[in-house]
C-alpha cells in the first residue's frame, strides 16, 4: 500500500490549493515563478474543476489541466490532483434535480454553492465515477502526480427517497430482519413498530422528538454512505495506477464523518485546520486537532491540506493570523506527525464566494507581510526533511467514539448544552499545557500500550469496548472517565440497575440519577485532595462502595454526595469524575492520574503557553505565549 512517504520524495511537502481556471493564463507564468520563490513543491489541483472539465453533459475538456499539470511539473511542482466530485456542474441538479440533497423537511438544496449532491443519487454516482475515471486513464501516470485528493470534505447529508433506499439496505445488513430492527429500535414505544421495510424512512421533520436510535442509526449510515463515495473513487484512481497515495481532507472534529472507519481506508489522512487566532486555546484546538487526525491514520505520518496563512474568510470575525503565526502553526503540525504543510490557497480569489479568504499569494500581490512570511516558511520547511516518516511519541490515550459522540447529542438528553466536545477538550487542555502528549483511540482499540488512559465522556459502550477498558485497568493499567460515561449501548438502550452499569465494580460506586444544573447555578464542592472547588451545569446522585471519594457536593440537595472517586481494581487504578469541575482541578487529577502511571511532560517545567512535543529524535518546543522564553535544555533534543 502507497504511503505519504511516496508522496513526499524526502522533502516536506510545501504548497497549497491551486485554481488556475480562475485565471487567465498569463497568470500562470507568474505563479509557477512566485511559487518557486517560495519553495512550493506541492499543488493540489482541480477540486472544484468539474464545470470546466466537464462542460456539458459527458463532454471532456481535459486540455487545459494538462497544461497546468505539464507546467508545474516543467517547474519542479508536484501535484495532488482531486477528484473534481464534491461540487457539481450547474447542469447536473438542472437536468437531473434528483442529484439534488434534500433537508430533513424535504426541501432541497439546490445549485450555486459547492458540495450539494445526494450520495446515493444513481445519476449523481454514475457521472462521478466517469469523471474520477477519465481524469485517472489521463493523469495516472503523469509525472508531476504525487498523490490522489478525493472529493473534497465530505459532510454532505441527505434524506431523499433514494436514500431512503440505500438506508433500508444499510439496515437490513445491520440487523438482518424486521424483527431485529424493532427491537434495536424501541419502536414499542410511541407505536413505531414497522411491519415492511418500506414503511422505514430517514429522520425527517417529525411533530415531536424522533426516535433516538433511528436519529443514530441515519448518523452512522451517513458516514458510511459518503465512505462508500470515497471507496469507490479511490478504487477507480487507484486502478490506473496502484503506486500513487490516496487521501481526502478531513475537518476538525466533525461530527459528520466517523474518522476511525475512514482512516482505516486512507493511505495516509489529510486535515483542513482553521483554529480562531481569535481564540486564547486556539494553539490547544489545533494540537487536538493534529493528534486525532494523526491517530485516526494509525499513527502514520499525516498531511496538513488546508490552513490559511491569513484569516479564514468564513468566520464571523475573520482576524488574519498575527506575523509568524502559521509558521508556528506549521511548525506544531509538523511536530505532531505532519510530513506536508498546505494551505488554502495560493492565489487569493477575487471573485467567489471565499474572495476574502487568505491565500499564500494574497490580494496585494508578492510584496505583502503574508508572501514574505510564506516564503520564509518554504525554506525553513526546506531545511527540517529529518522529521520525515518520524514518530511521535505518546504515552497517554483519550477515547473518542463517534458514537458517543452521536448518542450524547442526541434529543431528550438529560442536558441539551452537553457538548461531546466540549467534554474531550476539558480533559485534552490540561494533559496540553502540562506537554503530555496524547493519542486518541477508539474504545475497542488496544490500550496495552497506554499509561493512562482519559475517557471523558463514554457515554455509549459497548460490550466489547466495557470489557476492553475494564481489562486496561484489570491488568494495570490506569484510567480517568468523565461524567455520563457507560450510560447507552450502541442501540442507544440505557444500561440498567444504576450507572454506570458496565463500570459500577471497576470505579466503586453506583449513580441513581443525573442531575444537570442550569447555568446560573454553579455546585460547590469540598476535597482535601483538590481544595474546595466549583463546577458547573452537571452533578450525579453517586454512592461510593468500595471507591474512595476524593471531593464531595458542598451544598444543595445533593450535599455530601462524592463527585469525584478514586478505585484500585484489579492491579489498576480508575478514577470517576461525576461533574465538570474548573479546570485547576481536571489538571490536578490528570497531573496525580500521570504520576502514579508514570506517564511524564515531554519537557516539565515549560513556562504557560509553551509547547513541547517529541517527535522521533527530535523535541519541538513552540512558545505560544508571544513573550520572550529562556529555555535550558540539558538534554541533546535537537531543536
Ligand atoms: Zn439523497
Known amino acids: 500500500m502507497p504511503s505519504l512517504g511516496d508522496a513526499t520524495g524526502g522533502r516536506i511537502l510545501f504548497g497549497g490549493d491551486y485554481n488556475p481556471e480562475q485565471w487567465p493564463r498569463e497568470v500562470w507564468e507568474e505563479d509557477v515563478r512566485l511559487m518557486r520563490e517560495a519553495g512550493v513543491n506541492l499543488a493540489t489541483v482541480g477540486v472544484f474543476s468539474w464545470a470546466l472539465l466537464e462542460p456539458r453533459p459527458g463532454e471532456r475538456d481535459f486540455g487545459w489541466l494538462t497544461d497546468v499539470l505539464d507546467l508545474l511539473h516543467a517547474n519542479g511542482i508536484g501535484v495532488g490532483l482531486a477528484t473534481p466530485t464534491a461540487s457539481?456542474?450547474?447542469?447536473?441538479?438542472?437536468?437531473?434535480p434528483e442529484t439534488l440533497p434534500r433537508n430533513p423537511d424535504g426541501t432541497v438544496r439546490t445549485y450555486g454553492s459547492r458540495n450539494a449532491y445526494c450520495p446515493s443519487s444513481p445519476v449523481y454516482?454514475?457521472?462521478?465515477?466517469?469523471?474520477?475515471?477519465?481524469?485517472?486513464?489521463?493523469?495516472?501516470?503523469?509525472?508531476?502526480?504525487?498523490?490522489?485528493?478525493?472529493?473534497?470534505?465530505?459532510?454532505?447529508?441527505?434524506?431523499?427517497?433514494?436514500?431512503?433506499?440505500?438506508f433500508r439496505h444499510w439496515l437490513q445488513a445491520r440487523y438482518g430482519d424486521l424483527d431485529a430492527l424493532n427491537e434495536a429500535w424501541g419502536t414499542a414505544f410511541w407505536s413505531q413498530r414497522?411491519?415492511?421495510?418500506?414503511?422505514?424512512?430517514?429522520?425527517?421533520?417529525?411533530?415531536?422528538?424522533?426516535?433516538?436510535?433511528?436519529?443514530?442509526?441515519?448518523?452512522r449510515f451517513a458516514s458510511d454512505l459518503l465512505l462508500e463515495r470515497f471507496n469507490a473513487e479511490r478504487d477507480i484512481v487507484r486502478g490506473a495506477n496502484p503506486a500513487v497515495p490516496i487521501t481526502t481532507n478531513s475537518m476538525m472534529f466533525f461530527k459528520a464523518t466517523?474518522?476511525?472507519?475512514?482512516?482505516?481506508?486512507?493511505?495516509?489522512?489529510?486535515?483542513?485546520?482553521?483554529?480562531?487566532?481569535?481564540?486564547p486555546l486556539a494553539a490547544c484546538d489545533g494540537a487536538m486537532a493534529q493528534d486525532l487526525i494523526r491517530s485516526v491514520g494509525g499513527g502514520?505520518?499525516?498531511?496538513?491540506?488546508?490552513?490559511?496563512?491569513?484569516?479564514?474568510?468564513?468566520?464571523?470575525?475573520?482576524?488574519?493570523?498575527?506575523?509568524?503565526?502559521?509558521?508556528?502553526?506549521?511548525?506544531?503540525?509538523?511536530?505532531?506527525?505532519?510530513?506536508?504543510?498546505?494551505?488554502?490557497?495560493?492565489?487569493?480569489?477575487?471573485?467567489?464566494?471565499?474572495?476574502t479568504h487568505g491565500a499564500m499569494l494574497p490580494h496585494a500581490g508578492p510584496d505583502s507581510r503574508i508572501f514574505r512570511e510564506v516564503c520564509d516558511l518554504g525554506k525553513e520547511l526546506g531545511d527540517l526533511a529529518d522529521v520525515l516518516g518520524t514518530a511521535v511519541a505518546a504515552s497517554v490515550a483519550i477515547v473518542l467514539d463517534w458514537d458517543s459522540w452521536r448518542g450524547v447529542e442526541l434529543d431528550h438528553q438529560p442536558h441539551s448544552g452537553f457538548r461531546y466536545v466540549d467534554r474531550i477538550r476539558e480533559y485534552y487542555t490540561p494533559l496540553?499545557?502540562?506537554?503530555?502528549?496524547?493519542?486518541?483511540?477508539?474504545?475497542?482499540?488496544?490500550?496495552?500500550?497506554?499509561?493512562?488512559?482519559?475517557?471523558?465522556?463514554?457515554?455509549q459502550v459497548s460490550d466489547a469496548a466495557a470489557e476492553n477498558v475494564i481489562g486496561y485497568v484489570r491488568g494495570g493499567g490506569h484510567l480517568v472517565l468523565g461524567p455520563f460515561s457507560g450510560v447507552a449501548d450502541p442501540d442507544e438502550r440505557i444500561r440498567l440497575g444504576g450507572y454506570p452499569a458496565p463500570f459500577r465494580d471497576l470505579l466503586g460506586l453506583r449513580i441513581e440519577e443525573y442531575w444537570p444544573l442550569p447555568d446560573d447555578e454553579p455546585l460547590t464542592l469540598h476535597s482535601e485532595v483538590f481544595g474546595d472547588f466549583s463546577a458547573q451545569s452537571w452533578a450525579e446522585w453517586l454512592t461510593a462502595g468500595a471507591g474512595t471519594a476524593l471531593a464531595e457536593i458542598a451544598s444543595g440537595p445533593l450535599a455530601g454526595i462524592p463527585a469525584i472517586?478514586?478505585?484500585?481494581?484489579?492491579?489498576?487504578?480508575?478514577?470517576?469524575?461525576?461533574?465538570?469541575?474548573?479546570?485547576?482541578?481536571?489538571?490536578?487529577?490528570?497531573?496525580?492520574?500521570?504520576?502514579?502511571a508514570g506517564v511524564e511532560s515531554v519537557l516539565p517545567g515549560l513556562p504557560e503557553g509553551v509547547e513541547a512535543v517529541r517527535r522521533g529524535e527530535f523535541v519541538f518546543v513552540l512558545d505560544h505565549a508571544r513573550g520572550t522564553v529562556d529555555i535550558r535544555l540539558a538534554t541533546t533534543a535537537a531543536v
Open 258 to 279: 466517523d474518522l476511525w472507519r475512514w482512516g482505516a481506508e486512507e493511505d495516509f489522512t489529510s486535515l483542513d485546520a482553521y483554529p480562531d487566532p481569535n481564540s
Open 565 to 596: 472517586v478514586g478505585n484500585t481494581y484489579g492491579a489498576g487504578t480508575a478514577w470517576y469524575v461525576a461533574t465538570l469541575p474548573e479546570e485547576r482541578v481536571l489538571a490536578r487529577l490528570l497531573d496525580l492520574a500521570c504520576s502514579q
Open 432 to 459: 496540553w499545557k502540562a506537554n503530555v502528549t496524547v493519542d486518541f483511540v477508539h474504545p475497542e482499540a488496544d490500550l496495552s500500550r497506554y499509561k493512562l488512559v482519559v475517557a471523558p465522556n463514554l457515554y
Open 194 to 219: 414497522y411491519c415492511e421495510w418500506e414503511e422505514v424512512i430517514p429522520p425527517r421533520q417529525v411533530q415531536y422528538v424522533i426516535n433516538p436510535t433511528q436519529d443514530l442509526d441515519y448518523q
Open 300 to 355: 502514520k505520518p499525516w498531511l496538513m491540506m488546508e490552513q490559511t496563512p491569513g484569516r479564514a474568510g468564513f468566520r464571523h470575525v475573520a482576524t488574519p493570523k498575527r506575523p509568524g503565526l502559521n509558521r508556528l502553526w506549521s511548525l506544531q503540525a509538523l511536530a505532531r506527525g505532519a510530513d506536508g504543510i498546505l494551505h488554502f490557497q495560493w492565489r487569493a480569489s477575487k471573485q467567489g464566494a471565499e474572495r
Open 88 to 96: 457539481t456542474p450547474p447542469w447536473m441538479g438542472h437536468r437531473w
Open 125 to 166: 454516482r454514475a457521472f462521478a465515477d466517469a469523471i474520477s475515471a477519465d481524469l485517472a486513464s489521463v493523469y495516472a501516470h503523469h509525472p508531476a502526480l504525487r498523490m490522489w485528493h478525493i472529493g473534497n470534505e465530505f459532510g454532505t447529508v441527505c434524506y431523499c427517497d433514494q436514500c431512503a433506499e440505500r
